[in-house]
């Protein structure tokens, strides 16, 4: 069972920055992909960016492209999100997902994922 806590939400303005964590525990190999996926109040949760624990490899949604940048820290069984140039429609809950996969091609919709975290509110202000 792997659990998923994120924390570094907040608010900020146009332009600016944060880093997003997802601590994940429970994990029995490198066979997951991580993924940050993103819910806007009354819009459904889409994806953002995800990397395979095994190979590394990324992917992310055009309109983070550019700006966001996910990766993974092995030793510390952590994902980040290093969010730059932030618009105000990224404001969001931001939530951690897993799913086991073998895969190199990250998967990108959102009913794969089994394990979730609780999320955390991105807010950014023009």
């Known amino acids: 069972q792997v659990q998923l806590v994120e924390s570094g939400g907040g608010s900020v303005q146009a332009g600016g920055s944060l880093r997003l964590s997802c601590a994940a525990s429970?994990?029995?190999?490198?066979?997951?992909?991580m993924a940050w996926f993103r819910q806007a109040p009354g819009k459904e949760r889409e994806f953002a960016a995800g990397?395979?624990?095994?190979?590394?490899?990324?992917d992310y949604a055009d309109s983070v492209k550019g700006r966001f940048t996910i990766s993974r820290d092995n030793a510390k069984n952590t994902v980040a999100l290093q969010m730059n140039s932030l618009k105000p429609e990224d404001t969001a809950l931001y939530f951690c997902?897993?799913?086991?996969?073998?895969?190199?091609?990250?998967?990108?919709?959102?009913?794969?994922?089994?394990?979730w975290g609780q999320g955390t509110q991105v807010t950014v202000s023009s």
């Open positions: 429970g994990r029995t190999s490198n066979d997951y992909h």
């Open positions: 997902a897993a799913l086991t996969s073998r895969l190199n091609t990250i998967r990108k919709v959102t009913t794969l994922y089994t394990y």
């Open positions: 990397i395979s624990w095994r190979y590394g490899s990324a």
